[in-house]
């Protein structure tokens, strides 16, 4: 299973910015999907996962501005970010996992004015 990931960059205080991520390969179901980030000097982090199911788990910190979304059948799965601040600058990972955990590349999300 590959993911590949996109959508992140430079974006100011309040903006938005969506990221996406596709799941590619054979013979796979993912069952969570998801979005970790990690800032300099800290651990890697979660920001919110679905499952297939539709199940929903949030960072508080994101509550009310992020929003996971995933299309099954084309095995992507979506974040729309509003309001963005400054703290959320981080490099974003998309995440799935099947019998095991994947992950995809990062992609850099920017919040600056």
């Known amino acids: 299973v590959q993911l590949q990931a996109c959508g992140g960059g430079l974006v100011q205080p309040g903006g938005f910015l969506r990221l996406s991520c596709a799941a590619s390969?054979?013979?796979?179901?993912?069952?969570?999907m998801g979005w970790y980030r990690q800032s300099p000097g800290k651990q890697r982090e979660l920001v919110a996962t679905m499952s297939s199911g539709g199940g929903t788990n949030y960072k508080d910190s994101v509550k009310g501005r992020f929003t996971i979304s995933r299309d099954n059948a084309k095995n992507t799965v979506y974040l729309q970010m509003n309001s963005l601040k400054p703290e959320d600058t981080a490099v974003y990972y998309c995440?799935?996992?099947?019998?095991?955990?994947?992950w995809g590349q990062g992609t850099q999300v920017t919040v600056s004015s």
């Open positions: 390969g054979s013979g796979f179901r993912i069952n969570v």
């Open positions: 995440n799935g996992i099947t019998n095991r955990s994947y």
